[in-house]
């Protein structure tokens, strides 16, 4: 069973950077080509939009959410097309995008600036009452 999972992490592997491949390739339809760029982009940046320190959600992106997108990918490219991507991502070095990594840093400041704002005027510190 351990070696069927091993088996199924490197086939996403290659297929993430086939979808790389496939985003970048004027022959991929339009609608395969957003999706495509969209979860290679999301897949190969070293952020996560949801931090895996956070229980359940942080993992449920990696476990659930990239796997799904990988297999509408896959679907929207043609067979043939994704066997000539998945070829050359064998071949392929691991793209880094490193563009999406700083959208992600600074969409998670822009929330904690939002909520350190939010906090501010919300949840200011009153002196306590003094009792008579």
Do not use: H
């Amino acid at each position: 069973m351990l070696t069927q999972i091993k088996s199924w992490a490197q086939g996403l592997k290659r297929d993430v950077v086939a979808l790389w491949i496939a985003a970048r390739s004027p022959r991929t339809p339009l609608a395969a080509k957003l999706v495509a760029g969209a979860i290679a982009a999301y897949a190969l940046s070293p952020i996560d939009l949801i931090p895996d320190f956070i229980p359940i959600l942080g993992y449920l992106d990696d476990l659930v959410i990239v796997p799904l997108g990988i297999a509408l990918a896959v679907r929207l490219i043609p067979s043939a097309l994704m066997a000539e991507f998945r070829t050359q991502a064998v071949a392929a070095a691991r793209p880094v995008n490193r563009t999406v990594g700083v959208a992600i840093v600074i969409l998670w400041f822009v929330v904690l600036v939002i909520v350190a704002v939010w906090c501010w005027r919300n949840l200011r510190f009153m002196p306590m009452q003094q009792s008579q």
